[in-house]
Structure formats: structure tokens, C-alpha cells
């Protein structure tokens, strides 16, 4: 770990959406193809993550190949030494870490975490698992195992960086200089621009994120799906009666998560596209505009998608769990050391 680290890992729990690209993997893949050289690039499957919430384990192994494969198809090069695709559950350190620090986090910690309220009132008591109450540790410590500074994320991850950060300082101050702290958020959003701490919102509900795990999908655009059945979620898509198309999340979230993702896809800023078509009446011919835009460029991820082939991301993957055990193990041996769980050097 002698360059910096970027770090970044998207759940296989469903198929992965255009919130996920446009939040973490456009991101990684923007730096892996500027900035690999001067950074070591992390980007993982947190297969471990997986089920925090309940899913069907017969797709697991395949969606987890499948997430390999889309970050492919996004661009993520294989053949460069300093990028790395592994899965987490190939490297115990990582569950080894989060014991240690579930041991230094308060109760009251992890329940103020918003992703963790609005996740288990949605699936009622008996379905809360302890994995999904105290899943930022195991995200912190995927993070701190390999000292990354910067972590692309979506802005529902804010808060989960900030416990990455503040249980990292919480070691420091209690055993010496452990971790790496990864850099405060603002930070964040200065280096990566405007992919970091995005929030596309559901298309059928526009006060909500889009989530892969939505049970009905109809609001959710996923990589995966047929184009012309994505740009019909886009013509249904919830807007409001003002007829007049503004850059408004608050008034006009449904209008403006439209605009948001067409800013996306032309890799333009939100300002330039909201000048473009300010004041249009016409609801009907902006989304049917949106929906080509989403069609064509799943089209062309899918062309690519296609092309993606299996044995290189399964002989990536073991070739970085090589890499990323070495790396992990030498941070969980510091940690062991500094608990007292092995012998000082
Ligand atoms: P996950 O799998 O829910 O989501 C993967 C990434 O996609 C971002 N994202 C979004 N961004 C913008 N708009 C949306 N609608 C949207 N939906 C999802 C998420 O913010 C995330 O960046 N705990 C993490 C996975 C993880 C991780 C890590 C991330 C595990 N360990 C270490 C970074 C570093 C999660 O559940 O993301």
C-alpha cells in the first residue's frame, strides 16, 4: 500500500441500477482510467454485505459475478497492477476486523444510523437482522484494512464514511497511530467533482432513493434492463402540475431527478442542462427526450456487458484476493498487536 488507496464496493443483493453507476462505479472508473498509476484502486464486491436484508441465495454466486462483470463493462481495466476487483468474503481479515471494532462502538452508534431506521421500519421487527444493525462496521473495516483516503459512494453512504472515520480516530487516540483516516467528506467531493454524493431518487416516487432492493422495481432503472422497458418507466415516470421543467429537488423533486440523470448520462453539469431546457411546458416531449437518452446508453452498457468475459474477471478476482489478503492482513496483524491479541514485535 505504498500509493494512496481508492476505494469503493457496490452490494450484490440485486441487480445494480443507474444510482449505483452514476454514485460509485462512474466515479471509480473515472480515476481508474485517469489516476491508476498514482493511486491503487480498490473496487470490491462486499458479498458479505450482501444479506443484511434478505434476499434469494440461490442468485447470490451469480450476482456476484454479474457486479464483476458491470464494473467491466463500465471501463474498469484488469490489466493494470494497481487495480484491484476482489470479493470481500475472500478475505477473512475483514470479518476478523469488524469483531474488533463492533467492540469499540456504542449500541447507540449504530442505531442513529439513518440507513438502519428507514431499512428496518420498512421490514417490520422480525426481520431486522443484528447484520444489518451493525453493517457500517463491516464497511468501515473493508475501508480501514487498506488504509483508502478516498471512497466514492452515493450520499445515502455519508453518514457510514463518517463512522469509518470517527472509529478510526477512536483507535488512534486509544493505541497509536492504527489507521489510516480516510479524508473528511468534503474532501471527498472536491476530488471526485460531481459523482460523489449523489442521489438519484425512484422514478415512481421521487421523495425516495432509487434502491435496487425496491420489492417493485418500477421506479428503478437497472442496468440491466430492456431498453425500451426503461424508457417506458421513464415516460410514467412522477412529475407535478407545474409545466414548466426547473432544477427544484425540493418543489419539483420528480422533474428534477429527470434533469439530474440527463445531466448524468451527457456528462454535463446540472446548471448547463437546466439552461438547455428551462421552462419547457411540455412534460411529455423532455421525458420522451430522457428516455431515448436512458435507452441509448443502456444499448451500449448491455453491447458492452455482453462482450465481458467471465474467466477474466474470475482470474481477476483471485489475483487481487492474493494482493488484497497480504494487504489486509498486515493492518488486522497491527490491530491484533495493538489489542493485545498477539505479540508486540
Ligand atoms: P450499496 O450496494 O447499497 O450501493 C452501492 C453504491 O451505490 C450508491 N447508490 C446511489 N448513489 C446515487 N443514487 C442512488 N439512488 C444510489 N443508490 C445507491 C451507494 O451510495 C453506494 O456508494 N455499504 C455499501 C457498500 C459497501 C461499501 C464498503 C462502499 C460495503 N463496504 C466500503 C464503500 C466502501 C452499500 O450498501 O452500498
Redesign the pocket.
Known sequence: MSKPVI???????ND??????????LPMIEMAERRAGEFQINM?V?DL??F?TPIDHDRLLEQILQAGRMFVAAGLPLDHDDINLYR?SYVPAHSELTWILDCFTGVGEMGRMI?YKDKSAKLGDDRVSVGLFK??I???A??LLYG?IY????????Q??EY?RDISERMNTHFGELFTVPLPLEKQTEFFGKGQA?????LADPSK?????DESGKGVIFLADNPDEAAKKIMSATTDDKASVNYNPIEQPGISNLLQILALLRGHPIDDVEAAYKGQSSYGDFKRMVADEVAGFLTAFQVKLADVDDNAVISAFERSEKIANEQANATLLKVQQAVGLRPRD
Not at 151 to 158: A, F, H, S
Not at 198 to 202: E, F, Q, V
Not at 209 to 213: E, R, V
Open positions: 476505494l469503493t464496493g457496490l452490494r450484490a443483493n445494480l441500477t443507474i444510482g449505483n453507476y452514476f454514485g460509485a462505479i470490491f462486499p454485505h450482501s443484511t470481500q440507513e453493517y457500517p463491516l464497511m468501515a473493508d475501508i483508502a471512497v466514492p459512494v452515493g450520499e445515502d453512504q455519508r457510514h464514511l469509518a449523489l442521489r438519484i431518487m425512484d432513493k432509487m434502491s435496487k432492493s
